[in-house]
């Protein structure tokens, strides 16, 4: 069996397949990052279009790089939700448009679960009951996996994602788009004890997220010390806000493993390529004798192959799906 994945939440335009072991055939992703590098973020509107221009062209590609034809597919795998309204609809109106005319399965995919999942495409003995921390341009969640398509939302972001943080203060210092690679590089030269920024803190004992509070601490801290690219604390200054991003993902982490107990840790998201987050999450695994699972850098960022293999796993799991044209997009979780 070959499935034929589709993923367009957000700026990335990607499809990928996949066959019933799980192997990767393909995997091609277009990144829209050069459009929205102008603007600092995502443009919803410009991201739309972009995937209207080049959903078929990727989707090409990855039954080419396959050495497949569309024929050859058996079923067609596409993300819903949550992500961005009109980049959500392009990926699927053209999925349901595939599978229509080929009278094949459709299967609907969460963008959130199929990140989460990526680490089981790599691991696919990773023990439960485990946690998995989302950490994404978009989402910064934690989910307590009791088994296998069981997950539990145990804390979420109350305002920035941590890569929307990373993204808006690289911004502001006219780093350019996406930010959280800029200041994984330059902080490597820099002293993260130079500016000790204080962690947000929740009164009620719940393990959600905060990140605009120290963003704004960033950027207060940016305007006091008049932070530029010149500065001679320009590098300290971006490894001390990544320091502390890290520190306060791994905060809630050490709060969710200590009520839950969990038999392993899932770190993923576009912002589980920072080597430094990778770096103290698996040091924190290893410390609390917990296996961690961290997929590859290039499963970490939007991806199609995600979505795939949690179809193959849905199929292998529940059985056929129905060819379902009444399936819409949903831009919140
Ligand atoms: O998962 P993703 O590709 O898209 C969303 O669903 O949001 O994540 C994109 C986010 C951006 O905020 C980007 O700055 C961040 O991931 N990111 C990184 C790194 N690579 C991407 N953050 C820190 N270090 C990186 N190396
Ligand atoms: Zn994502």
Redesign the pocket.
């Known amino acids: 069996m070959n499935i034929l994945g589709i993923e367009t939440?957000?700026d990335?335009t990607s499809a990928a397949v996949l066959n019933s072991s799980l192997e990767i055939l393909s995997n091609v992703v277009l990144s829209q990052d050069e459009i929205h590098a102008p603007y600092g973020g995502v443009v919803p509107e410009l991201a739309s279009r972009q995937h209207i221009r080049s959903i078929g062209y990727v989707v090409n590609e990855s039954l080419r790089r396959a050495g497949l034809a569309v024929r050859d597919i058996d079923a067609f795998a596409v993300t819903q939700g949550p992500g961005l309204i009109g980049s959500l609809l392009v990926g699927l109106s053209f999925a349901k448009g595939l599978a229509f005319y080929f009278k094949k399965p459709l299967i609907p995919v969460d963008h959130l679960e199929a990140?989460i999942h990526s680490a089981f495409l790599e691991n696919k003995d990773i023990p439960f009951p485990c946690l998995a921390l989302l950490v994404?341009?978009?989402?910064t969640s934690l989910f307590f996996l009791e088994k296998k398509f069981q997950s539990r939302l145990i804390g979420r972001t109350r305002d920035d994602a941590a890569?929307?943080a990373?993204?808006k203060v690289a911004k502001y210092l006219d780093l350019g788009y996406?930010?959280?690679?800029v200041?994984?590089q330059k902080a490597e030269k820099g002293n993260a004890r130079k500016f000790p920024f204080a962690l947000p803190r929740m009164t009620d004992q719940s393990m959600d997220f905060s990140f605009s509070g120290l963003k704004t601490a960033a950027l207060r801290t940016i305007k006091r010390n008049r932070i530029t690219r010149e500065h001679p604390s320009f590098y300290d200054f971006l490894a001390s806000f990544q320091n502390a991003v890290v520190r306060a993902l791994l905060v809630n982490v050490d709060l969710a493993a200590k009520r839950f107990s969990p038999h392993a840790l899932i770190l993923c998201?576009?912002?589980a390529?920072?080597k430094k987050l990778r770096r103290d999450f698996s040091a924190f695994a290893r410390e609390k004798k917990c296996p961690d699972f961290i997929p590859s850098p290039e499963l970490c960022?939007?991806n199609a192959a995600m979505v795939a293999a949690l179809a193959v796993e849905k199929i292998n799991t529940f059985g056929d799906f129905p060819l379902s044209l009444d399936l819409n997009a949903y831009p919140r979780m």
């Open positions: 939440s957000c990335e990140h994404s341009g978009g989402h890569g929307e990373l993204d996406p930010g959280g690679p200041i994984e998201g576009g912002v390529r920072n960022t939007d």
